[in-house]
């Protein structure tokens, strides 16, 4: 049995889809997606103008994940509305969701009115989380900031669906102040969690880091970024359950973590490094996998599901 999903008026045809990560930058990358079983196709984070890669290696794997600063690579968001048409017209029924990055409020409207005005995007991810101006936190580690900037997008008119990927919050205070400035607004889900920023890894071999840009820090997904996400995802549920979805995103790489992400309250789940590794077959496997397991312990609606974790 296969679930499907809704985020407002907008269907998915299953629960697994791709993050706005590895393989969603090119038109063959997304059109790769379209043909797989992702359940959507979401969009590399884009900005008002083209931006370049960061020098490489800039993205590496290793055995419970990978490392990146890709630096927002991105063909700029004309280049996406263009795609999202041709895509839209070859494959009608798979949502597109776009990403959004942030430079400044100005950036932001301009995307956002385009996006909100476009007949083939269906849904909009603004990505609070990635680095940002220079010497500025991530915009969702600031508060204030995050609120003035939700004020203005949210007074942008449009009726798609408006939601947030969200950083890692590695204190349950933090948690609550975020969710206190997210009730304001009418956001329909939030992505948790974007990768863990600002980190390292080394290769002894080498005595080197295994990225060039910024010293090595880079910005951490796959295993080890697992029970973080799920802690945030059940954070955000305890704050949040009454007014908006959660989508899990975080070192699913098998039917067991999507299962894990639905039991802590995701709706639905995204596939980043997993994606990166195997390419788009990763859907199919996992969904075939997930489905059986749903048969095994008769499982016949999400609902049974999402949100039940059996805490002690
Ligand atoms: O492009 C990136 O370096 C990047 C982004 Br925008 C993001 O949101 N998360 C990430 O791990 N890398």
Not at 63 to 79: E, F, R
Not at 137 to 147: K, L, M, N, T, V
Not at 238 to 258: A, E, N
């Amino acid at each position: 049995m296969k679930f499907t999903a809704n985020i407002w008026k907008v269907v998915f045809p299953g629960v697994i889809y791709n993050s706005s990560g590895p393989r969603c930058t090119t038109p063959d990358e997304l059109r790769a997606l379209w043909e797989s079983e992702s359940s959507a196709i979401m969009m590399k984070s884009c900005s008002p103008l083209p931006r370049e890669w960061n020098p490489e290696p800039r993205y590496m794997e290793v055995d419970l994940g990978s490392i990146n600063s890709i630096g927002l690579a991105n063909h700029g968001y004309k280049k996406y509305l263009e795609y999202a048409a041709e895509l839209k017209a070859e494959f009608p029924n798979k949502p597109i969701v776009v990403s959004i990055v942030w430079f400044s409020h100005v950036d932001f409207i301009e995307l956002v009115t385009a996006f909100q005005n476009d007949e083939n995007v269906d849904i909009l991810e603004v990505n609070l989380s990635c680095p940002n101006v220079l010497g500025k936190p991530q915009i969702a580690y600031d508060f204030e900031g995050s609120d003035e900037l939700l004020a203005k997008i949210f007074a942008i008119p449009g009726e798609k669906p408006v939601g947030l990927k969200l950083p890692p919050y590695f204190d349950p205070v933090h948690t609550a102040m975020m969710a206190e400035v997210l009730k304001k607004y009418p956001i329909s889900f939030i992505t948790c969690i974007n990768s863990v920023g600002n980190t390292l890894i080394i290769d002894p071999e080498t005595e080197s880091p295994l990225i060039a840009p910024k010293g090595g820090l880079g910005w951490l997904w796959g295993d080890y970024v697992k029970p973080v996400a799920l802690a945030n995802v059940r954070m955000f549920y305890k704050l949040l359950w009454d007014r908006m979805k959660i989508i899990g995103c975080g070192g699913i790489k098998s039917w067991v973590d999507v299962f894990e992400h639905l039991l802590a309250w995701a709706s639905l789940v995204q596939l980043g490094t997993v994606l990166g590794k195997e390419n788009t077959i990763c859907f199919e496997r996992i969904q075939k996998e997930f489905d059986e397991y749903m048969d095994k312990k008769w499982y016949s609606d999400v609902n049974q599901l999402v949100g039940n974790l059996k805490e002690l």
